[in-house]
């Protein structure tokens, strides 16, 4: 594997589901980040880890929970959503933070 | 508040029709501005940063310039493999001495052989 991968591709759950969204990097970076990107808007920022340690929390709501237990790997724990938290999810991973972002594939999120 | 906005929105050519996507932003203290492409269904895919006014990159049909409030990418005799939405984003400063990139909604380009 190279580059950065994501876990499923594609989910669709329930309302009352938890899920979780995987999320690796093969290239010895140290920063990872998770975006939201709904149709028709720009891609939001939704937490930032530097050295595993989580430096931004963008005003998400607690339904979704990330964990980044080394640098190479980084999780977003979802539970009780809503149908307005369907999209896709990026994962994106940068030498340090500051440098530039490469992008995972996505994965697409559908809540019924 | 840093803001990126692009357009147009949408943009058709037909093969070989040379034109520019617009990036306008503002930011306190540009750190960074980088275009990405994206195909539909898939993650954004690197092509270039500039980080100072003046400053010019080129990548096969594509060049990005930019200036002290905006970036241009210029397409020149663009394929219908070009067809793709193309991002851009600035790099911003927020608490803690930390980095974000700020997107703007993006350009979707169709190239019509």
């Known amino acids: 594997e190279t580059g950065v991968t994501q876990t499923p591709r594609h989910l669709v759950m329930g309302m009352t589901n938890k899920k979780s969204l995987k999320c690796e990097q093969h290239l010895g970076h140290n920063a990872m980040y998770w975006y939201k990107q709904s149709a028709k808007k720009p891609l939001e920022l939704m937490f930032v880890?530097?050295?595993?340690?989580?430096?931004e929390n963008n005003s998400v709501p607690s339904r979704f929970s990330p964990e980044c237990p080394n640098s190479s790997h980084l999780f977003l724990h979802l539970h009780t959503l809503q149908p307005e938290d369907s999209a896709l999810y990026l994962c994106?991973?940068?030498?340090?933070?500051?440098?530039?972002?490469?992008f995972g594939p996505g994965t697409r999120l559908t809540v019924l | 508040e840093d803001q990126v906005t692009q357009s147009p929105e949408a943009l058709r050519l037909q093969e070989g029709e040379s034109s520019s996507l617009n990036c306008s932003y503002t930011v306190s203290g540009l750190r960074g501005l980088f275009w990405y492409r994206q195909d539909p269904g898939k993650g954004p895919e690197f092509l270039f940063t500039l980080y100072s006014a003046g400053e010019e990159k080129e990548k096969e049909r594509l060049k990005a310039t930019l200036t002290k409030k905006e970036s241009f990418l210029h397409i020149t005799a663009p394929k219908p493999e070009d067809s793709a939405t193309y991002l851009c984003?600035?790099?911003?400063?927020?608490?803690?001495?930390?980095?974000?990139?700020?997107f703007g909604a993006g350009t979707r380009l169709a190239v019509h052989p």
């Open positions: 994106a991973s940068s030498q340090d933070n500051g440098d530039t972002q490469y």
């Open positions: 984003a600035v790099q911003s400063l927020f608490s803690g001495g930390y980095n974000k990139l700020i």
């Open positions: 880890y530097s050295l595993e340690e989580r430096v």
